[in-house]
């Protein structure tokens, strides 16, 4: 089509969808991870109606991601599926748990409505841990002969896999303290300042001990950076280096950014911090889209199958972005200190 490598095409929608998921839906789950750091009832009040409007429209992209791969890549998904079945059940179960929650942490009684408060920020939390564990068994391979699984059911319970974990929950944590921050008014604004500055830190040493961690999942990762166990490849090494340096960058603009109570651009460095990890994961593990044994051209479906599926995206995409503009903008306003999700 036009000349394009179809699976190529496909492969670059995906990696957006699960972006624009972690992004969006990051930031909510990173409120129930605060959830227990709330003053009192009220502020909880506060963090939920800051994320009413959009949390479940959020998901979609998570929809988009996983269909896309199942329908685009079939091959893929047939081998990714059974190598992280637990931490993907895991992540569906949280993710359901959370939302029952979230609908009826306001009806009941007051012990009913603890026990949701609970569900709800736990859902959160396992929520960002089983994507952690997905991503990390993701990115330190699975064992494949002839396009099948042929591992164990625990290959992905590693310790890269746990730093992968708990440095998501960081990330998500600091995306949803920025969230606050351009939300919410008052007392709760207020912490959620000092929340921004102590997770950006944990955030960025996280990203550190990550990227680090990584280059020692294999010896293709190493050398895609310049670095080899007796030296460095300075003119690949120096064209990957601004990455990192930009990553020091936009945390400082972060920290002045609070300090200049910009509320909203707290947020979007956080999402570019993550934008920055996500490039760099990509350079890393370039043209595997399941490392280190399928590219996108081995695990795509046929290219009429592609090209149909792609007319589809063409009309439906500019939809679903326009719509999430358009609540996004309409939801713009601040809550107020007594706002409540009913």
């Given amino acids: 089509m036009f000349g394009i490598e179809l699976s190529l095409v496909w492969a670059v929608l995906i990696a957006v969808a699960v972006f624009l998921y972690v992004a969006l839906d990051g930031f909510d789950l990173g409120v129930g991870i605060l959830f227990p750091f709330a003053k009192n009832a009220r502020e909880r009040d506060q963090m939920q109606a800051a994320i009413a409007p959009v949390w479940d429209g959020n998901e979609t992209w998570l929809v988009l991601g996983g269909g896309g791969l199942f329908a685009a890549f079939p091959k893929a998904y047939a081998a990714l599926m059974p190598a992280l079945y637990l931490p993907i059940f895991l992540m569906l179960l949280a993710l359901i748990f959370r939302g029952v929650a979230f609908e009826f942490r306001h009806h009941g009684r007051e012990r009913g409505r603890k026990l949701w408060t609970v569900a709800f920020s736990g859902g959160s939390i396992a929520a960002a841990i089983a994507q952690g564990l997905v991503l990390g ?31 998501l929950v960081a990330g998500y944590a600091l995306l949803g303290a920025a969230w606050i921050v351009f939300k919410t008014q008052g007392e ?51 064209k990957l280096a601004p990455l990192p340096l930009l990553a020091g960058v936009i945390l400082f603009l972060m920290w002045r950014g609070i300090e200049e109570r910009k509320f909203l651009r707290p947020y979007l460095y956080a999402v570019c911090l993550f934008l920055i990890g996500y490039v760099g994961l990509a350079v890393s593990l ?10 996108p051209a081995d695990a795509a479906a046929a290219d009429n199958a ?12 500019p939809i679903i972005l326009a719509y999430t503009a358009f609540v996004y903008w309409t939801f ?11």
């Avoid at 370039?286 to 590219?295: D, E, L, Q, R, V």
């Avoid at 713009?332 to 009913?342: G, Q, S």
């Fill in 286 to 295: 370039w043209p595997f889209i399941i490392p280190f044994a399928m590219t």
């Fill in 137 to 167: 068994g993701f990115v330190q391979g699975i064992a494949i002969e002839g396009e099948v699984f042929v591992g164990g059911p625990f290959d992905w319970l590693t310790p890269f896999s746990l730093l992968v974990s708990a440095s």
């Fill in 332 to 342: 713009r306003a601040k809550v107020d200190d007594d706002a409540a999700y009913h």
């Fill in 306 to 317: 592609l090209q149909l599926m792609l007319c589809g995206a063409l009309v439906m995409l």
């Fill in 188 to 238: 709760l604004a207020e912490r959620a300042r000092r929340w921004v500055k102590q997770l950006a830190l944990l955030t960025a040493l996280a990203m550190g001990a990550v990227s680090l961690a990584t280059l020692g999942v294999d010896a293709r990762v190493t050398e895609r950076w310049g670095l080899t166990m007796t030296s460095v490849d300075w003119p690949v090494f120096i």
